[in-house]
């Protein structure tokens, strides 16, 4: 998400400084973006001196405070785990200039909370970017409790700049993209952990019958299954109530290390670049 984040600021003329735990991690969010980049040239809708402009805007750096010191907003897109955004966000408010805005892209941990761990709640605010990035209009935004009014109205504009869409939001548990999203996943993976049919049946009823573009396993993996996973447990948690519990197949596979798209393997099989069916191997109960 991060890289799709920066692509999408530099495309549209900012000057970004792209931070992540090593080089080997930003070479490869850089690469992610080259070849994102090469794929909108493919379709005639960017120029190789554009794609060079957009890669010029990119600057990398491996020290939060290092990459920090000028910024007018900071959009945080690391793991979700609200332990290390709670320390992200420590850094964060204390390198950055006094003005900055601080956003997260966070799927479901909650803006008032990771706010709270600030001396400047009134510039927090989530911008939850849809994935991937570059192509996806949507941006929620969304205002914790203590998101002033000034802080809302730019991050709102300052969006359609970046020829997204904002929608309004307030604070709750999986806002509202992911507060409907994930039942449906979780939904889809209890129907398979029920033996009521198969990985790509479960796809193609969803995609044919609702004319959804992607079956929600699929989804699934291309949003990674420990990051559905976490979702789930928030709104589980924050909501106190068992219809967010997260289905033991989807536990299980994260467990074992099967993320979808990022490890190779989820409900579908990318090894090789292959998207064979993956019969879950813990289907039955
Ligand atoms: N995957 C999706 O479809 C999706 C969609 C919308 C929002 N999000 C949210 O975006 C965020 C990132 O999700 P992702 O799927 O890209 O996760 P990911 O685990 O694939 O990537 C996280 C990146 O953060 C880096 N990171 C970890 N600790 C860091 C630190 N201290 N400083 C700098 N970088 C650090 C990691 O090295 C990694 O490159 C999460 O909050 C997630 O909920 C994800």
Partial sequence: MGNGIA???AQSGFK???VDVSQEALDRGLKTITTNLDRIIAKGNLSEEQKAETLGNITTFTALQ???????LIVEAATENQELKLKIFGQMDQFAPENCILATNTSSISITKIAASTKRADKVIGMHFMNPVPIMKLVEIIKGYSTSKETFDSIYEMSKTLGKVPVEVNDYPGFVA???????????IET???????VEEIDTVMKLGMAHPMGPLQLADFIGLDVCLAILNVMYEGFKNPKYAPNPLLVNMVMAGKLGVKSGEGFYDY??????EKVAKMFSK
């Fill in 16 to 18: 970004v400084n792209l």
């Fill in 66 to 72: 290092d990459a920090v010191g000028n910024a007018d």
């Fill in 271 to 276: 090894s090789d670049g292959k998207k064979a």
């Fill in 192 to 198: 398979l952990y029920n033996g009521v049919a198969g």
């Fill in 178 to 188: 992911n507060r409907i999203l994930m039942p449906m996943i979780n939904e889809s």
């Fill in 7 to 9: 692509h999408t600021f």
